[in-house]
């Protein structure tokens, strides 16, 4: 009878060599959570720790998969030549490109299992057109894993090496003992990351950082000053009632680009769509030179979207399609910025008088066959020329109220 020396195993099943070359690299990445913000920080970080462990790596990928309207993953790249890492997005439609569908990572997305090619091998197969590229740029292996994270989504992650025989077996084992490791930390740094740009787009950017840091109880907010803007489409309830649901989703995607981006790009913030509807402000203090600034960024953001309806119109004209009408309405006041709501389910919003008001003077528009109307505050505070077009009866407002167009 013969005994059979085997090699000392730890806990997770690794080899005791192994959790010794491990150990310096886990903890890194574990006091290291709490300083790197940027994950392109990490990911060089974390291949120059493998190479100063031993590892032959030159070059590292990770794909990422993202929740979010725009991106599909998250790439980051690693190269030891070049010296750091960098990081770039990918859209959906990456999912109906010939680099992906013949890609590895694909199956890897899949639930497919590592996929390992010794690149220098005669025999090894180059199934993958970036096999071939690897090949031509002088590299020797290629190690492909699934990286799950705790959402259960399957992402990717690439080792590949330039070095004679690759990655040998220990290579290997240490890089599968630290990657949990360093997927937890990863993970929470995208998941920052995602919380952050789903507030963004849900709520806005300002009101997202305000939750994230806290703000979040119901009643709480705080009393501010903005320039407030709401538009509203016309006829709205005729186009829903004759078009496809398809068409009015694009027809109001369209739409919403139109007030959405030049709104943006002048330092106001969404708030909510309201069916057809959107309600957006221009946050500034109680000092006469910043409420002209708001002023006069909420009205330059008014022109450039009727600019941008008008210039959407000539292409649905030229299509035979319905042309689109809005009105914009402008008001400056004081708003209750916060949490209101019920039970559990609470909305990050404005409420006031000032709110009441600027949502009752937009139906104006409609009256007098203009795409803008601004209240008697926002045009004492704005540093533009305007013209009364008269004193009228809103709505739920106790007084009449001047309105006025831009001159």
């Known amino acids: 009878m013969s005994l059979e020396l085997q090699t000392p195993q730890d806990s997770l099943g690794f080899p005791a060599e192994t959790r010794q070359r491990a150990t310096p690299i886990i903890d890194w990445l574990l006091a290291e959570r709490l300083h790197v ?21 030159h070059r590292v990928n990770v794909a990422a998969l993202q929740l979010h309207p725009d991106i599909r993953a998250r790439a980051l790249f690693w190269d030891r030549e070049a010296g750091g890492s960098i990081e770039r997005a990918v859209d959906h439609g990456i999912v109906d490109r010939d680099a992906f569908r013949d890609s590895p990572v694909k199956l890897i997305f899949e639930g497919g299992p590592s996929i390992r090619r010794r690149i220098e091998d005669p025999d090894s197969p180059l199934d993958f057109p970036i096999l071939k590229d690897l090949k031509q740029r002088g590299f020797k292996d290629y190690l492909l894993l699934p990286f799950p994270f705790s ?10 090496s330039q070095a004679p025989g690759g990655f040998d077996e220990s290579d290997v084992a240490l890089i599968e003992a630290v990657l949990p490791a360093f997927g ?3 993970e929470t740094r995208h ?3 995602t919380a952050r740009e789903l507030l963004d787009t849900y709520v806005g950017h300002n009101t997202g950082r305000r939750i994230l840091n806290g703000s979040i109880r119901r ?16 006829s709205f309830t005729d186009l829903s009632e004759r078009l496809s649901v398809d068409q009015v989703t694009g027809l109001l995607n369209d739409y919403f680009d139109c007030m959405a981006a030049p709104i943006e790009a002048n330092g106001g913030e969404i708030l909510k769509f309201i069916g057809d509807a959107i309600l957006a402000i221009f946050p500034c203090d109680t000092a006469a030179e910043a409420q002209s600034a708001a002023a006069e960024k909420a ?6 979207a009727v600019a ?4 959407l119109n000539e292409s649905r004209r030229a299509a035979g399609q319905d042309l689109l009408r809005c009105g914009i309405a402008l008001h400056l006041g004081e708003v209750m910025y916060g949490n209101v709501g019920g039970g559990q389910r609470l909305d990050f919003t404005v409420i006031g008088p000032a709110v009441n008001l600027v949502a009752r003077l937009e139906p104006l528009c409609a009256r007098l066959n203009g795409p803008v109307v601004v209240s008697e505050a926002f045009a004492e505070a704005s540093p533009r020329d305007f013209d009364c077009i008269g004193a009228f009866a809103l709505k739920g407002i ?5 309105a006025y167009a831009p001159r």
């Open 308 to 311: 941008d309806l008008a210039a």
């Open 219 to 234: 009643g709480e907010g705080d009393r501010i000053h903005a320039a407030l803007w709401f538009c509203d489409l016309r």
């Open 299 to 304: 009205l330059t953001a008014a022109q450039a």
């Open 184 to 186: 937890a930390v990863l």
């Open 398 to 402: 106790a007084k009449e109220q001047k």
């Open 151 to 160: 959402t259960g989504r399957i992402n990717a992650i690439g080792f590949a």
């Open 37 to 57: 913000e940027k994950t392109t920080f990490l990911l060089d970080r974390f291949c120059r720790q493998l190479v100063e462990a031993g590892v032959p790596l």
């Open 191 to 193: 998941l920052m990351r």
